[in-house]
């Protein structure tokens, strides 16, 4: 008898990597579902905590947290880089601002997806989910969210491991409100996740992610169930 399909998710502990899990658990259930959250050199591991809720939460088979070499440290990366501030713009803002986003990590996606084929062949999962959504890829904001790259490295990971896993991005063309949407339709555990740039114990309220995140609920009608410094902003 042939062994049950088994999937890894990419899991940061925001809404679009949870509400990618939910999604695996609906297809694979999640007894064959593992996580894995990386540690890259954020300033904080308030993402990796949130992670750990949902994937316990979720009741996924296994939760791998990996922490990779310091290879990103004087990147430029405000997520990263002790003496560089978070910017407070919106996501828009930062895609229509000239140059790169400050806040991205030099072709950061492409190791974490990297790690997640290894992974994924040691493992015996066959397929990767990956939550990169359309504002991310919004101008070129984070290239390495873009359809482009997507679709490049969903290409050499399917021949890279023998044609035995496949990468799916089932929120590439979504804004963020539709993410929220969806998650709310599938019963994304909102409360358990974290999305805020800054590490502290709420959440800003006014970085790219926190002003993203808040949009979203209130496209929705929704209230947002997370604390924040600011309080409600909408």
């Known amino acids: 008898m042939?062994?049950?399909?088994?999937?890894?998710?990419?899991?940061?502990?925001?809404?679009?990597?949870?509400?990618?899990?939910?999604?695996?658990?609906?297809?694979?259930?999640?007894?064959?579902?593992?996580?894995?959250?990386?540690?890259?050199?954020?300033?904080?591991?308030?993402?990796?905590?949130?992670?750990?809720?949902?994937?316990?939460?979720?009741?996924?088979?296994?939760?791998?947290?990996q922490q990779l070499p310091d290879i990103f440290k004087g990147g430029g990366s405000t997520l990263i880089d002790q003496d560089r501030q978070n910017p407070e713009k919106t996501y828009e803002e930062l895609s229509t601002s000239q140059g790169i986003s400050p806040t991205y990590v030099p072709f950061r996606n492409a190791n974490l997806l990297s790690v997640a084929t290894s992974?994924?062949?040691?493992?015996?999962?066959?397929?990767?989910?990956?939550?990169?959504?359309?504002?991310?890829?919004?101008?070129?904001?984070?290239?390495?969210c873009t359809p482009e790259f997507n679709g490049a490295m969903a290409n050499a990971i399917y021949i890279g491991s023998y044609m035995k896993?496949?990468?799916?991005?089932?929120?590439?063309?979504?804004?963020k409100s539709e993410v929220v949407a969806l998650?709310?339709?599938?019963g994304t555990p909102f409360q358990l996740t974290w999305s805020c740039y800054n590490g502290k114990e709420k959440a800003c309220g006014v970085c790219p992610a926190c002003v993203g995140r808040l949009h979203g609920f209130e496209e929705n009608g929704l209230i947002d169930p997370i604390e924040y410094e600011t309080g409600r902003c909408f």
Request: charged share 25%.
């Open 2 to 65: 042939d062994s049950p399909r088994s999937a890894i998710v990419l899991l940061s502990g925001g809404i679009d990597s949870t509400t990618c899990a939910v999604l695996a658990c609906r297809e694979f259930g999640p007894e064959n579902v593992l996580a894995l959250s990386l540690f890259y050199g954020q300033k904080h591991a308030k993402e990796i905590d949130a992670a750990r809720e949902v994937s316990k939460h979720l009741g996924l088979k296994d939760h791998i947290i």
């Open 119 to 144: 992974i994924s062949l040691i493992k015996g999962a066959d397929t990767i989910f990956y939550g990169a959504h359309s504002e991310d890829a919004r101008n070129w904001a984070y290239p390495d």
């Open 165 to 175: 896993v496949r990468l799916v991005t089932p929120l590439q063309w979504f804004s």
């Open 183 to 186: 998650g709310k339709k599938i």
